[in-house]
């Protein structure tokens, strides 16, 4: 409509079509407004509104941030251990969990979960997270103060004796949605780890009157590894605001990761020295991204690599070789039609075998391929900082393609593509090493990242539900064949 704008209007726009505040000073994290060089603009509605919430948001931050008398007041009332409706500020606590792209999704999610609840969010970060993110607010802080009254925050989990479904089980908190705040504690865990199931009583945080209830706790300490959003639209309370501020529903992350989410300038140093050394020679820019699950769909390197032949030579992405032509002359084709492979994995046989195909034969269009891969960590490694950064360093590299090819389910793969605002081919996942069947992969319907495990729950009932009953956008992974029916 004529309110609406895209973000594509200017190219090299960096402040993204208004996404980005103009208010910060550029030194102190250069990705922010250099991206705008790198990744292409995006050509998803931005919503007028949107960038009003966020402006209003910004300000709320400032005003609220630890260091201000505001937040002092706050903190008090953690001590006094009941809640209140006079405090200015009330916050949302977010402990991001997991692996890199579950960080990502699980910290966006719960940027909008205070968007739609007047929240300041607070980042309880990890020591493997240190200088992995810029500050994304100006001129204040999302990191909570060390000396925060509740500590220990990554241990609570599922039947921690505060959280929100443990009181609810036990009766030990009042959820008549006309309870007053006094009669409500100070603070509460809420437990959406993936780890939560239906018949947990977590799974009420997704309910209407249970959100009237949390509201008036004046801090949320929220866990989770997972893209919670489609649970976010289930709630019939958020209904017409998350409509207002996504008029297109599936950009959601796509617009809020590229807001909230922005790589330090020692991961921006990594980026930019492998982007410049690497990825600028030729026009077109494939990414690939093979994921070994190897827990539970353990795939040989040889397989995972006949599977991203398969699917980039039928789809068209990447052109065949010539087998019998390994003596030919050296290719003539220019610049313009040669094409880069940026490969990522955590393995190295994958990139190995296919460099060498192109090495080793000329294409059958004559087209120059280059693969590169930037590393090989061999195993995803715990509490390591500079892991981290090469995992934000590849999927930050990866976002900058022109077409993407990522394993289904990983939340790497997710944050990679919706940032870049591409829809993948999915390589589809093999249990216990099954030939992955034809076709080895398939178009994603949407940029939108996925929730591997949403609540099933009926508030009304008690009983079970198919989200997708309730909210008709909201429908199956679709890249997700062997987990129950997810939205
Ligand atoms: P998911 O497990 O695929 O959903 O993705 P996550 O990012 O949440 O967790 C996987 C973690 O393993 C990453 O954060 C990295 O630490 C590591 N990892 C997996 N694949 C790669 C890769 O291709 N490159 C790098 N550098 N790390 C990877």
């Known amino acids: 409509g004529s309110t609406e704008q895209t973000a594509a209007a200017i190219p090299n726009d960096r402040l993204l079509g208004g996404l980005l505040s103009s208010d910060f000073d550029e030194e102190s994290c250069l990705s922010r407004y250099q991206i705008a060089l790198y990744r292409k603009a995006s050509s998803h509605i931005l919503s007028p509104y949107l960038l009003s919430k966020l402006r209003k948001y910004e300000a709320l931050h400032k005003k609220c941030a630890p260091n201000t008398p505001l937040f002092q007041k706050s903190i008090e009332q953690i001590k006094l251990n009941y809640s209140t409706d006079q405090l200015e500020c009330n ?231 010539n087998l019998n032509q390994s003596q030919t002359s050296p290719s003539t084709s220019t610049e313009a039609t040669a094409k880069t492979v940026l490969l990522v994995s955590l393995s190295r046989e994958v990139y190995e075998r296919l460099y060498n195909l192109y090495f080793e034969h000329p294409t059958t269009t004559g087209q120059m391929i280059s693969v590169y891969q930037p590393s090989h960590e061999e195993k995803q490694k715990f509490q390591n900082k500079f892991h981290n950064y090469k995992a934000m360093v590849e999927i930050w590299l990866l976002s900058f393609s022109d077409v993407l090819v990522t394993t289904a389910i990983s939340t790497f793969g997710y944050v990679s593509y919706s940032l870049a605002g591409i829809k993948p081919w999915y390589l589809q996942t093999a249990i216990m090493d099954q030939n992955i069947t034809n076709p080895s992969c398939r178009r994603a319907l949407s940029i939108e990242p996925c929730y591997h495990t949403p609540p099933h729950f009926n508030c009304k009932t008690g009983g079970n539900v198919d989200p997708r009953s309730i909210v008709h956008h909201v429908r199956q992974c679709d890249d997700d064949y062997y987990h129950e029916p997810a939205i």
Not at 212 to 227: E, F, M, P, S
Not at 272 to 286: A, C, D, G, P, V
Not at 290 to 303: L, T
């Open 91 to 321: 916050y949302v606590v977010s402990s991001p969990y997991d692996g890199i792209g579950n960080r990502m999704l699980a910290l966006t999610a719960t940027f909008l979960y205070a968007l739609l609840t007047d929240r300041v969010m607070l980042m309880h970060q990890l020591d493997d997270m240190v200088d992995l993110l810029c500050e994304p607010f100006p001129g204040t802080t999302w990191y909570l103060p060390s000396d925060f009254p509740i500590q220990g925050l990554e241990w609570h989990n599922k039947h921690s004796q505060n959280s929100y479904g443990y009181l609810v089980e036990k009766n030990l908190i009042n959820i008549d949605p006309k309870a007053s705040p006094s009669s409500l504690p100070s603070s509460i865990y809420v437990h959406l780890m993936n780890d939560m199931q239906d018949d947990h009583l977590h799974v009420r945080f997704f309910c209407d009157d249970d959100q009237l209830v949390i509201n008036k706790i004046n801090w949320v300490l929220l866990r989770t590894n997972q893209y919670i959003i489609p649970g976010l639209f289930i709630i019939p309370k958020y209904a017409e605001e998350l409509e207002r501020m996504f008029p297109s529903k599936e950009t959601v992350f796509h617009h809020l990761g590229r807001y909230l989410l922005h790589p330090s300038n020692t991961v921006w140093g990594m980026i930019m020295r492998y982007h410049n050394s690497y990825l600028t020679k030729s026009k077109e820019r494939i990414g690939i991204q093979v994921r070994n699950f190897s827990y539970w769909a353990p795939i040989s390197a040889k397989k995972a690599y006949e599977q991203v032949v398969r699917c980039t030579q039928q789809q068209l992405i990447l052109p065949g070789v």
